[in-house]
């Protein structure tokens, strides 16, 4: 009973170890690792997709739960990595030191996150979270002659100590009032008593450990020299996976335990989703890295991601999980177009981006629509993920946060809209052509196909999420905004 | 009765743009053909879409429903009243006109045609949308193209040789502006929505649920507000105007065509179908204001076009101060001023289409547009000193052109309410005549140049046609307005009845209009 639980998590576990192995039996060859990572996917996309409804529990005294909340998530997951992989491929002349142990922390990484999505207990979610930064701190400093990348590695270590420091602070404090760490034993205890300031400093703490995750306004520090020195596939990888992992936990907590103290939590919510929309969006206009750009930009797509949260209502968590895949493919499609452009174009200045649609067309299209897909821009996906946030926004009431939301669209599309100028108006350095590998560009397609699907039929995707998170026992009877029927 | 014309017009452009994606870009032939068959397409949907318009019917017709989200609310519903059939046909010429023009692009040419076709189709989606959602959505999607468009195919505003503003500022502008105005009434629509409680986004639907349901009037005011502000933007309505000549004037001349030709006219459409149409106490309270600051519009723009030198300027802020009279029409809630507002929106477009067209062609064969060194090109370019001169008429409202018509209803229908503003309308008339007597003058007139001996006139019948076209509809609408009047008034008096219906029950003594416009009520 319990293995078919975690059979996704097992085939990965074990995949840890296949790749370790191969990378110290150098079987097979360097630059086949990549295969044999992504045969490790197919193999747990493959359980995960033949996990029976029926086998849906929990498991672990409770501690893991399977849903379809968590099993949406999870293939979300698998999906990441799998660009992640195909980026590290394009990137993988550059990673000096040994490559089977660049996939095995990829692995462990993505471990940590399948864990988040299934969670029901503190002490899990810390776990996961842990296996998550850890493998992300060692992946950061990969480039060990390179400064920049190990500055990068050094900082994220330092400020995500803190951050699980605060994390660890805050569940301590949890079990204190409640002498459980267990959701659902949480859970009764707040709707069954009077919360002490313990407890509630408890969740703050919680809430801004997770806050560092999410790079959410105060705790975002770490972003931009992390997203700017770190190798580009890594960055990939925090800024979808990480920060998907890190909302999810949030859901979960919020939704899953404290709904009903709503009140404490929507305005704080709110106010921080506004301050990190506009610092994330004004920081970005003034960059001339685009991997620090881009940091900035994902602070502004956290404020959105919280702006939904703070809705409280089951709209919200659906805008959630619909604008988490939208961002998904959006993201990914840009830095798919980054690491294969910049061994061409040398390096991530915003210059090197110049004349990109006359040295290659298909790169510099596929950049054109990932970047209108994360300003929000129909038809394409982004577009549809802000609205039903922005919808959710409304219809809890907060309308001054709903008009930030939508004038942080007019400025996300002008820094987005400047690089598009560089690459169609600008003249290019050096005039050669830049050639894309057939893996790369069959992946850009399938990404931008994606962009297009979800950015015009966006109810397949809806009804997926709605009946996802249907089932889950904290959704209706204590949602405040629930929707007619 | 359902007929597939609507979506034709649609998905025409769009499966164009996309034939001609998967064209190989060497194959130039293939690619214009495609995008002139489309547009083509389009064009003749639009004009059956207006020939079968059952004005005795009336209402939305030719409806299409598909349910897109159910759970939101949010279906894919295209339908044309009398109003948006004829933008549709605004749409459909100057989107044919404007692909024929778009021969004279040579670089990029794919390119060129896949996001001109998706402007024209975004346009076309604008109109044809009676659910908010895909309003909305259309509405964006319209916008965006106008950057790759002016930036790459567009041209730098020089003055005496120095850059006085250059494309890339100018597309960035406009993009920008045009974005901001979009979530601006974007955050209107979505409090609408929530406020109104309908949970539906379909027009109709939430039409019917706010006439049983009336909003608070604090509420309708502030949504209005929003509304006004948001689409006055791209209207353009003094004091948010300052993009729109500038981005005209930095436009290749096909975009400047749709550009000043229709998209300028989303903004009002949007004003009377949105929030004139779902919000009578915000229309009450905040028409007055609109029509204060139409004369601003109407005086400022023309005043601004006298004292430039680059023709797309003049014509650029002669739009604005046109848009001016729109909005006045707009403004006065009687359905004979709204007749002419729309009237107005068409023949503002094919006059301003014509006057772009005949720019660009000037500016390909002598590579200027300042008016001090232009002069004596009637010589050279006989045809299109003729078009230049005819778009002058039309443009300062001589009798025979639809533009007479469209000012006449607007000043009849606006005297009783705002007899001034009328009054300074016709002060505006006065300055087009000027600035646009003077551009002729200028452009055409005088002795033959030396330098400009090399210039060929407008010789290929395809460009030809695209001009007759123009001319010729102005002219016909002109003199003969009696069936667009018909079509655009059975939706015009049910707009301005909703509107008025509530806080004046008794009917306001109509305003008995001169006899050969007056449009008889079925």
Not at chain 1, 209 to 225: E, M, Y
Not at chain 1, 255 to 274: E, K, N, Q
Not at chain 2, 207 to 214: E, K, S
Request: proline share 5%; glycine share 10%.
């Amino acid at each position: 009973m319990t293995w078919k639980l975690i059979g996704v998590e097992f085939v990965v576990s074990v995949w840890t170890i296949v790749t370790l192995g191969a990378d110290i039996l150098n079987l097979p060859r360097r630059n086949r690792l990549w295969l044999l990572a992504l045969a490790g996917l197919s193999l747990a996309a493959i359980v995960l997709a033949l996990q029976p409804p029926e086998s849906l529990g929990e498991s672990f005294q409770d501690m893991f739960v399977v849903d379809g909340f968590g099993r949406y998530f999870k293939g979300l997951f698998l999906v990441i990595a799998a660009v992640v992989i195909v980026m590290t491929r394009e990137f993988e002349d550059r990673l000096s030191a040994p490559l089977g142990a660049f996939y095995m922390l990829l692995f462990t990484a993505l471990l940590g996150m399948l864990i988040v999505a299934s969670v029901n207990d503190l002490l899990l979610l810390f776990v996961g979270l842990e296996l998550i930064t850890f493998s992300l701190y060692i992946m950061t400093a990969y480039l060990k002659t390179d400064p920049r990348s190990v500055e990068a590695g050094m900082k994220y270590l330092i400020i995500g100590s803190i951050a699980s420091g605060f994390l660890i602070y805050g569940v301590a404090l949890l079990y204190g009032f409640s002498g459980s760490t267990h959701f659902p034993s949480l859970h009764k205890a707040i709707v069954s008593g009077v919360i002490p300031l313990s407890a509630q400093a408890g969740f703050f703490f919680v809430l801004a450990g997770l806050g560092f995750k999410i790079a959410a306004v105060p705790f975002h520090l770490w972003v931009p020299d992390v997203y700017e020195g770190a190798p580009t596939p890594v960055v990939a990888f925090l800024s979808v996976g990480s920060k998907m992992a890190g909302i999810i936990a949030l859901v979960r907590i919020l939704y899953g335990v404290f709904l009903p103290l709503h009140g404490l939590w929507m305005d704080t919510l709110a106010i921080l989703s506004a301050a990190t929309m506009l610092y994330g969006n004004l920081a970005a206009i003034v960059q001339t890295n685009i991997k620090r750009l881009l940091g900035y930009s994902s602070i502004g797509h956290a404020g959105y991601l919280l702006m939904a949260l703070s809705s409280g209502s089951s709209l919200g968590v659906s805008a959630v999980g619909y604008y988490l895949l939208a961002y998904l493919v959006s993201n990914l499609t840009v830095f798919l177009v980054i690491v294969a452009a910049s061994k061409t174009i040398g390096g991530d200045h915003l210059e090197a981006y110049n004349g990109l649609s006359k040295r290659s067309p298909a790169l510099a299209g596929a950049l054109f629509l990932g970047l209108l897909s994360l300003a929000g821009v129909p038809p394409l996906a982004g577009f549809s993920g802000k609205l039903l946030i922005l919808l959710a926004g409304a219809q809890a009431g907060q309308l001054w946060l709903v008009t930030i939301g939508a004038l942080n669209v007019a400025l996300s599309l002008y820094y987005y809209l400047m690089i598009v100028k560089r690459m169609y108006l600008g003249t290019p350095i050096n005039p050669s052509v830049i050639r894309v590998h057939p893996v790369t560009h069959t992946t850009l397609i399938l990404l931008v196909l994606g962009i297009f699907v979800l950015g015009i039929f966006q109810n397949p995707f809806l009804q997926q999420i709605q009946s996802a998170i249907e089932n889950q026992q904290w959704t209706r009877p204590q949602f405040p905004n629930a929707e007619p029927p | 009765m359902s007929s597939p014309l609507l979506a034709i017009i649609l998905l025409s452009p769009l499966v164009g743009a996309l034939i001609i994606s998967a064209l190989p870009p060497q194959n130039l032939l293939g690619i214009r053909r495609i995008a002139v068959s489309s547009s083509a397409l389009c064009l003749v949907c639009a004009l059956g879409v207006i020939l079968s318009y059952d004005t005795v019917k009336a209402g939305y017709q030719q409806q299409i429903y598909l349910p897109w989200i159910p759970s939101l609310g949010i279906g894919f519903h295209l339908g044309v009243d009398g109003i948006s059939s004829v933008l549709v046909l605004l749409h459909g010429l100057c989107a044919f006109s404007g692909v024929l023009i778009s021969y004279a692009i040579t670089q990029q040419v794919k390119e060129y045609f896949i996001f001109y076709l998706t402007l024209i189709a975004g346009v076309f989606g604008v109109f044809l949308s009676i659910d908010v959602f895909f309003f909305y959505f259309f509405y964006e999607m319209a916008v965006i193209p106008m950057y790759p468009l002016i930036g790459i195919w567009g041209s730098d505003v020089k003055e005496e040789g120095v850059v006085r503003f250059s494309k890339e500022y100018a597309t960035m502008k406009l993009t920008i502006y045009l974005t901001l105005g979009a979530v601006i009434a974007l955050i209107g629509l979505l409090w609408l929505y929530v406020s109104s409680g309908s949970h539906t986004f379909d027009l109709i639907q939430m039409q019917q649920h706010l006439d049983n349901h009336p909003l608070a009037v604090s509420v309708q005011r502030s949504i209005f507000l929003l509304l006004l502000i948001g689409f006055g933007f791209i209207a353009p309505m003094w004091p948010f105007h300052s993009w729109s000549p500038i981005g005209h004037a930095a436009a290749p001349s096909a975009v400047s065509m749709l550009h000043a030709g229709v998209l300028m006219k989303l903004g009002s459409y949007a004003i009377i179908r949105l929030a004139i149409g779902l919000l009578p106490e915000g229309a009450k309270f905040w028409l007055p204001w609109v029509a204060g600051l139409c004369v601003m519009n109407i005086l400022y723009g023309g005043l601004v076009a006298m004292a430039q030198k680059d023709l797309k300027l003049v014509i650029g802020y002669s739009s604005s101060s046109h848009m001016g009279y729109v909005l006045l029409g707009t403004a006065c809630l009687t359905s004979l001023a709204l007749d002419g507002a729309v009237l107005l929106m068409f023949a503002h477009g094919l006059m301003t289409a014509l006057a772009f067209a005949m720019i660009g062609h000037i500016y390909d064969q002598t590579h200027t547009r300042y008016l001090p060194d232009l002069g004596g090109l009637a010589h050279q370019v006989p045809f299109i000193a003729t078009c230049g001169v005819i778009a002058a008429m039309a443009s300062s409202g001589l009798p025979g052109f639809a533009n007479f018509v469209a000012e006449t209803l607007v000043f009849v229908g606006a005297w009783d309410s705002h007899p001034v503003a009328v009054a300074c309308g016709v002060v505006g008339l006065v300055i087009t005549a000027v600035y646009m007597l003077r551009l002729v003058r200028g452009t055409f007139f005088g002795p033959a140049l030396r330098s400009f001996a090399s210039v060929r006139d407008a010789s290929s019948p395809f460009s030809r046609l695209s001009y007759a076209l123009l001319i010729g509809v102005l002219l016909f609408i002109g003199c003969w307005p009696r069936p667009i009047l018909k079509i655009i008034d059975v939706s015009a008096q049910s707009i301005v009845a909703r509107a008025l219906r509530q806080h004046q029950p008794e009917p306001e003594p109509e305003t008995i209009p001169v006899e050969w416009v007056k449009v008889p009520n079925p």
